[in-house]
C-alpha cells in the first residue's frame, strides 16, 4: 500500500506495519485463482473476502441439496421396502384363511 493513500478509517496517510489494521492475506483470490501473500488494509480487503465467502456459502448449499437428495432417495426406497413387506404380510395371512390372529413368532397373544 503506498504512504499516499489515506486511510478509510482514520482519514490520515495509512502507517501500514504499524497500524492494527494492516493485515497480511494469505490465499487465492477467488476472482482469478491467483495466490495472494499481500499486506494490505482490512477494509480493503472486506470486499474480497466477502466474494470468498459467498462462493463457500454456495458450495456448501449445493452440498447439502445433494445430501438432502440422497437422503430422500433412501427414504423412498425404505417406503417400498416396507409396503412390500406389509403387502406380504397381508398375502400370507389371506392364504391363511383369513385367520385373524398371529404371524409366527409375534411374541404374544394379542
Known amino acids: 500500500m503506498a504512504k499516499d ?13 504499524t497500524c492494527r489494521w494492516y493485515t497480511r492475506v494469505l490465499g487465492k483470490s ?4 491467483n495466490d495472494i501473500d ?7 480487503w472486506i470486499p474480497v473476502l466477502l466474494i470468498e465467502v459467498s462462493k463457500e456459502t454456495r458450495q456448501a448449499a449445493a452440498a447439502t441439496e445433494s445430501f438432502r437428495n440422497e437422503m430422500a432417495k433412501g427414504d423412498l426406497s425404505n417406503r417400498d421396502t416396507f409396503s412390500h413387506v406389509a403387502r406380504v404380510i397381508r398375502d400370507a395371512l389371506a ?15 394379542h
Open 5 to 17: 493513500l489515506d486511510c478509510p478509517l482514520y482519514k490520515e496517510p495509512c502507517h501500514e506495519h
Open 30 to 33: 477467488p476472482q482469478t485463482g
Open 38 to 44: 499481500e499486506f494490505g488494509c482490512a477494509v480493503e
Open 95 to 109: 392364504q391363511q384363511g383369513g385367520q385373524k390372529g398371529r404371524l409366527v413368532g409375534n411374541g404374544g397373544d
